[in-house]
């Protein structure tokens, strides 16, 4: 069983900047597609950004690309999300998502992933 902790989330004033850490225990990491999710109060979860097993595919929600970078250190373990100019819409929990198969293309829907995180409060104020 691969236990996802995330920590970076926080409170931020728009326009500034917040970068999330997932830390996968338990498994080999490099062999684990991942991604990153959010979800607002009163709102279904929707994809934010995806990573390929070998960090050379990335893919991003329209609402975030441009502002947002996900990135992967398999030598540590760890998955990144960079979010810059930030937007009081970006509140939200983010939570860090892995599934166990090196597939080429980052994954976008929620229910190909099947281990979460806990998630980490982020919020913009205006």
């Known amino acids: 069983q691969v236990q996802l902790v995330e920590s970076g989330g926080g409170l931020v004033q728009a326009g500034g900047s917040l970068r999330l850490s997932c830390t996968v225990f338990?498994?080999?990491?490099?062999?684990?597609?991942m991604g990153w999710f959010r979800q607002a109060p009163r709102k279904e979860r929707e994809f934010v950004a995806g990573?390929?097993?070998?960090?050379?595919?990335?893919a991003y929600a329209d609402s975030v690309k441009g502002r947002f970078t996900i990135s992967r250190d398999n030598d540590k373990n760890t998955m990144f999300l960079q979010m810059n100019t930030l937007k009081p819409e970006d509140s939200a929990v983010y939570y860090c998502?892995?599934?166990?198969?090196?597939?080429?293309?980052?994954?976008?829907?929620?229910?190909?992933?099947?281990?979460w995180g806990q998630g980490t409060q982020v919020t913009v104020s205006s």
């Open positions: 990573i390929s097993w070998s960090g050379d595919t990335t």
């Open positions: 338990g498994r080999t990491f490099s062999r684990y597609t």
């Open positions: 998502a892995a599934v166990r198969s090196p597939y080429s293309l980052p994954q976008s829907r929620a229910d190909t992933y099947d281990s």
